[in-house]
């Protein structure tokens, strides 16, 4: 798969994630295809996939603050910390 169908699967299993919108959280698709993740229409940051990473960067700044090797990976880390923040 290429950078946007990884993005895409990242989308939509992070849409399907009931606790994101228990939590306030929206997820959308970014003009570049980045993943969008959304708190009551603050931007918290995007993920974007390249070279078989998923790169999280919070809002704000322009280098990732984290890497995920796994779709699965990165659904955790969102769960588990982003939308703990």
């Known amino acids: 798969m290429g950078g946007n169908a990884q ?3 990242l989308r939509e299993t992070l849409e399907a994630q009931e606790i994101l919108n228990l939590r306030g959280f929206k997820v959308s698709c970014g003009q ?3 993943v969008v993740l959304e708190r009551w229409n603050h931007v918290r ?38 939308s703990k923040a």
Do not use: K, M
């Open 32 to 34: 570049t295809g980045s």
């Open 7 to 9: 993005n895409t699967e």
């Open 45 to 82: 940051g995007v993920w974007h996939y390249h070279a078989g990473t998923y790169f999280w960067t919070d809002a704000g700044y322009s280098q990732p603050g984290f890497g995920a090797d796994s779709l699965e990976r990165a659904i955790e880390y969102t769960i588990n910390v982003i």
